[in-house]
């Protein structure tokens, strides 16, 4: 992964989501996030192939408050919040997106756009917020972190 990328995208503080094209640990990108001083969240997918695994593996990595209602609006709402952590900027990691990518695209897809509102609402606020996202191929529609803008 173009470390220098990610890092020129975090000194940008605008945010967005991206597909990784090689996979990263997740220490590396926590790497990175801690330099900018930003939240730092792994969503380890290699269990993940429906909705509520889904939800729930976002729920426990991003530490969401018990009022988590467990479906896409709750989770767009504590996307657009996160007031539980006090942070200049977050990073999401979701590697090994490939089960739920494949067993239910649909799903995946709606993922993928509460996360892009997640990041619209944060910039708003003048708040990066990034999603990274790997696996074996790109999903439709993402870009790819450190091709041309």
Same mark, same amino acid.
């Given at each position: 992964?173009?470390?220098?990328?990610?890092?020129?995208?975090?000194? !940008?503080?605008?945010? +967005?989501? *991206?597909?990784?094209?090689?996979?990263? %640990?997740?220490? $590396?990108? =926590?790497?990175? #996030?801690?330099?900018?001083?930003?939240?730092? *969240?792994?969503? $380890?997918?290699?269990?993940?192939?429906?909705?509520? =695994?889904?939800?729930?593996?976002? @729920? %426990?990595?991003?530490?969401?408050?018990? /009022? *988590?209602?467990?479906?896409?609006? #709750?989770?767009?709402?504590?996307?657009?919040?996160?007031?539980?952590?006090?942070?200049?900027?977050y990073?999401? /990691? /979701? !590697?090994?997106? !490939?089960?739920?990518?494949a067993?239910?695209?649909? =799903?995946? #897809? %709606?993922?993928? $756009?509460?996360?892009r509102? @997640?990041?619209?609402?944060?910039?708003?606020?003048? %708040? &990066? *917020?990034?999603?990274?996202?790997? +696996? &074996?191929?790109?999903?439709?529609?993402?870009?790819q972190? +450190?091709? &041309?803008?």
């Amino acid at each position: 992964m173009p470390l220098e990328a990610l890092n020129d995208l975090l000194d !940008d503080e605008t945010g +967005g989501v *991206f597909f990784l094209p090689r996979h990263a %640990t997740p220490r $590396e990108i =926590q790497s990175a #996030a801690k330099r900018a001083k930003f939240a730092f *969240f792994h969503i $380890e997918g290699r269990n993940i192939s429906r909705k509520e =695994q889904l939800l729930n593996h976002v @729920a %426990t990595a991003l530490r969401f408050p018990g /009022y *988590f209602g467990d479906n896409w609006d #709750a989770l767009e709402e504590c996307l657009a919040d996160m007031e539980w952590v006090d942070a200049p900027g977050y990073v999401i /990691y /979701y !590697d090994h997106i !490939d089960g739920l990518l494949a067993a239910h695209p649909d =799903q995946f #897809a %709606t993922f993928v $756009e509460i996360c892009r509102d @997640a990041v619209g609402s944060w910039r708003e606020d003048g %708040t &990066a *917020f990034v999603v990274l996202l790997s +696996g &074996a191929k790109a999903p439709r529609g993402v870009a790819q972190l +450190g091709a &041309a803008k």
